[in-house]
């Protein structure tokens, strides 16, 4: 058996992870629990603002964490267009049109930056990227805490907006009944799009803290698609606290997956999660009977 | 007039590999298989209405049951294929068993298959019975009894001879009780539920079709190039094919597969040749995939029966 030190060690590094995940599965939760749909194009469009971390860095010198408001506002643009051009337009608000626009969406992203950018995997230099924090028997690199930091400060932004401002408090009647929200005034279209946003915007957000420590390859997107989904069935579709939940629990599976699995066996966790939840208790931990 | 139509293609795609290059045999080859596996989706996804994200996990199966049953056990190929069907069709019932017990539907379907790819990915990349990551290499011995091809012909016939069985499946569908039953389902589930129809079984029964069909597919791939790897087996880029030829061509109609196996293969070819007149376009695999995945979107939004649906209203 592995010794103790190690395995705090290991769900340590998993909490910091998480962080990020919690980030992305937000927007993705965000996103399902205002439009009812699911983006498949979740992965590929974090992957695309990663890249866009990445050339700021590499054209500019932009350091990731100084990229973050630029690249999230351009995040929250894109989004908002994304879906008031093609998938609120052209989807007719039937499920599965909108899941296989969003996987068309992947499919353009995905080969796109494979056509532009190349297949090479892409790192970022930064001269912190090596400052270690001792934790006991724990290392934690220094990138690491300041990324899950402020994830969890975006996240509580993101939740005060939500919560205290009109455009949140719009947000939030339209999840809860997007007939009455139509009938008080509220502009539903308006609000899909600014929510598609939002979730997006997140993913700005994810990329440039991703990055410090991450790399990223044109196949990046399918890799953190399956985390985000997990992450966030396992907290409940459509539940905020769930996807917090949910983000730091896949965090520690993977990292202590990888510690007793293996690097390649470990990646299986995740997948046999989302298999166990959707088998067993669809609902998730945190959400609502559908 | 369609019978003669339909006569007229059969003949052409007989006599074509006896006219072209070898070059040309092997793009009507894949023209042939892509429609067949396409059909695979085409069964479960167009006819019954279950979206599938990872149909490449029984196109995986099929390929390394008889991959590991021929290098690892000896067995001839041809033997090994009938077992590799079987097998397709077991993991698909056994999957259809747990998903729709489960009660998922629409997205949440799609997104389990995925999950089940991916688990068999990553159990093909770490077990030792598939030799991991490293792939599984058949021994070239190109004498037909073995299943494998001297010249480009013969796995041509093979391929347009698995097309043409699909495509009576496909028309079988379209005759019998079993396949009006699957359109009800798809329409209606709850109203074909209320008609009658055990919904659950018919679920199952469709998804062991298909899975058996992909997996006959994945055996055939693995003999014609004789290499196969977990990427190549369970990777997504499998399973996002057979659902665009069918969505792009037409899904729940006989040829809408091969209709969409038509256009990708021309896309294919005019990007390679976009190619090379603009060298900066160095990767040809990628650009036709941009082009497809923005007819996937147009094709949802403006004609979502498919390119069968025009030669469909022509007729009328």
Redesign the interface.
């Known amino acids: 058996m592995l010794d103790p030190q190690i395995i705090l060690a290991g769900v340590l590094n998993g909490l910091l992870a998480g962080g990020i995940y919690v980030l992305v599965a937000v927007g993705l939760t965000l996103i399902y629990g205002v439009l009812h749909i699911i983006n498949f194009a979740h992965g590929s469009l974090l992957m695309l603002a990663m890249y866009a971390v990445f050339f700021l860095w590499k054209l500019s010198g932009v350091d990731p964490y100084v990229a973050l408001p630029i690249v999230t506002a351009g995040a929250f643009a894109i989004g908002f267009v994304l879906y008031r051009g093609v998938i609120g337009r052209w989807s007719h608000g039937k499920d599965e049109n909108i899941l296989l626009i969003t996987l068309g969406v992947s499919i353009i992203a995905d080969n796109g930056a494979l056509l532009f950018f190349g297949g090479d995997t892409e790192t970022i230099d930064v001269p912190y990227a090596g400052k270690i924090i001792e934790l006991g028997a724990a290392f934690l690199p220094l990138p690491k805490v300041i990324s899950c930091a402020a994830a969890i400060a975006i996240c509580l932004g993101l939740g005060l907006f939500m919560a205290r401002s009109d455009t949140g408090k719009a947000i939030r009647a339209v999840a809860k009944e997007r007939q009455g929200a139509r009938l008080v005034g509220i502009d539903v279209e308006h609000i899909f799009a600014v929510s598609y946003g939002i979730g997006i915007a997140c993913l700005g957000a994810a990329a440039c803290l991703l990055m410090p420590t991450f790399y990223v390859t044109p196949q990046s997107g399918y890799a953190f698609v399956l985390v985000a989904f997990t992450t966030v069935v396992l907290g409940g579709m459509g539940s905020f606290v769930g996807a917090a939940v949910g983000g730091f629990l896949i965090g520690i599976t993977e990292s202590i997956g990888g510690l007793l699995l293996g690097e390649q066996l470990g990646q299986i966790g995740i997948s046999l999660i989302f298999i166990l939840i959707l088998l067993l208790r669809p609902t998730g931990l945190f959400g609502a009977r559908a | 007039m369609r019978n003669a139509a339909l006569a007229a293609a059969l003949l052409a795609a007989l006599v074509y590999p006896l006219l072209v290059p070898n070059y040309l045999i092997t793009v009507g080859m894949l023209m042939f298989f892509t429609a067949f596996i396409g059909q695979s989706w085409n069964v479960s996804g167009g006819f019954a209405g279950q979206?599938s994200?990872g149909h490449a996990v029984f196109f995986g199966v099929g390929a390394y049951t008889s991959t590991i049953l021929h290098v690892s056990y000896g067995w001839n190929p041809w033997l090994a294929w009938p077992v590799a069907t079987a097998m397709g069709g077991l993991v698909g019932a056994g999957i259809a068993f747990?998903?729709f017990r489960?009660?998922?539907r629409?997205?949440?379907f799609?997104?389990?298959t995925?999950?089940?790819a991916?688990?068999f990915r990553?159990?093909a990349?770490?077990a030792g019975f598939t030799r991991?990551?490293l792939g599984m290499l058949i021994k070239a011995d190109s004498r037909f009894e073995n299943f494998q091809f001297a010249t480009p012909i013969a796995p041509y016939y093979l391929a347009l001879a698995l097309c043409l069985v699909s495509l009576a499946i496909a028309w079988w569908l379209t005759r019998s009780r079993f396949g009006a039953r699957l359109v009800a389902i798809r329409e209606n589930e709850d109203a074909a539920r209320a008609l009658g129809i055990d919904v659950f079984a018919e679920k199952v029964k469709v998804l062991t079709l298909s899975g058996a069909m992909c997996a006959a597919g994945g055996t055939f791939y693995a003999q014609k190039y004789l290499y196969i790897d977990p990427s190549i087996a369970f990777g997504?880029d499998k399973s996002?094919e057979m659902?665009?030829v069918t969505?792009v061509g037409g899904a729940g109609t006989i040829f809408g597969p091969l209709i969409g196996s038509i256009a990708l293969t021309t896309i294919n070819e005019l990007t390679r040749n976009a190619a090379s007149v603009f060298p900066a376009?160095k990767?040809v695999?990628?650009?036709s995939?941009?082009v497809?995945?923005?007819m996937?979107?147009l094709i949802?939004?403006?004609l979502?029966d498919g390119f069968a649906s025009l030669l469909k209203r022509r007729h009328a």
């Open positions: 979206t994200f747990l998903s489960a009660g998922l629409g997205s949440y799609a997104l389990i995925l999950a089940f991916e688990v990553i159990v990349n770490s991991g990551g997504i996002v659902l665009l969505m376009l990767n695999q990628p650009l995939l941009v497809y995945g923005a996937l979107i949802v939004a403006r979502p």
